[in-house]
T-cell receptor
Framework: AAGVIQSPRHLIKEKRETATLKCYPI?????VYWYQQGPGQDPQFLIS???????DKGSIPDRFSAQQFSDYHSELNMSSLELGDSALYFC????????????FGPGTRLTVL | KNQVEQSPQSLIILEGKNCTLQ??????????LRWYKQDTGRGPVSLTI?????NTKSNGRYTATLDADTKQSSLHITASQLSDSASYIC????????????FGTGTQLKVEL
């Protein structure tokens, strides 16, 4: 069965650069969530989208933005990267229809040098 | 391969009743196990976090158990309320390698009158 796809899997950037992370949800899923997990920390909820509209916002910095496109994939744009942005970024998808089971992608590991 | 399996996938109970959600994992080496409550489209709320040496941990009407030998955890909800309707996600962390998390797909709980 198809799973949530995230790209790239690994990304190395320097301070003040920008990065774009992509998430491709499971087909027919309409809701996408983004999480950030720093080393040794709990995953922190960043933002979620339902039907291409923002449905909830967590601890997402103003330097970050995200959107969901017409094909339901989502992109997390990160600008003016800081060392503290180094983390594992998870994307998850679910469908409001049915059981609402949330499926997580493998994550993108971002390293800011 | 590290896996986390939750059961049941969905559950409907009457208000005031108790219920127990299950989580089985194959993550190794084990670091800790977390239970989250998440409303659809919203960020997750941490309920409990348990390490290898902890067997039981409570948070109000939520009680989590952990059997590290059988690699099983349960989340017991007592005197359920309508507001308990949500997805409950089990997340297991592995030692080393940046504390990689393995997410369960969640149990969707609906509490009815």
């Amino acid at each position: 069965a198809a799973g949530v796809i995230q790209s790239p899997r690994h990304l190395i950037k320097e301070k003040r650069e920008t990065a774009t992370l992509k998430c491709y949800p499971i087909p027919r899923h309409d809701t996408v969530y983004w999480y950030q997990q720093g080393p040794g920390q709990d995953p922190q909820f960043l933002i979620s989208f339902y039907e291409k509209m923002q449905s909830d916002k967590g601890s997402i910095p103003d330097r970050f933005s995200a959107q969901q496109f017409s094909d339901y994939h989502s992109e997390l744009n990160m600008s003016s990267l800081e060392l503290g942005d180094s983390a594992l970024y998870f994307c998850a998808s679910s469908s409001l229809a049915g059981v609402h089971t949330q499926y997580f992608g493998p994550g993108t590991r971002l390293t800011v040098l | 391969k590290n896996q986390v399996e939750q059961s049941p996938q969905s559950l409907i109970i009457l208000e005031g009743k108790n219920c127990t959600l299950q989580c089985n994992y194959t993550v190794s080496p084990f670091s800790n196990l977390r239970w989250y409550k998440q409303d659809t489209g919203r960020g997750p709320v941490s309920l409990t976090i348990m390490t290898f040496s902890e067997n039981t941990k409570s948070n109000g009407r939520y009680t989590a158990t952990l059997d590290a030998d059988t690699k099983q955890s349960s989340l017991h909800i007592t005197a359920s309320q309508l507001s308990d309707s949500a997805s409950y996600i089990c997340v297991v962390s592995a030692k080393g390698g940046g504390n990689k998390l393995t997410f369960g797909t969640g149990t969707q709980l609906k509490v009815e009158l």
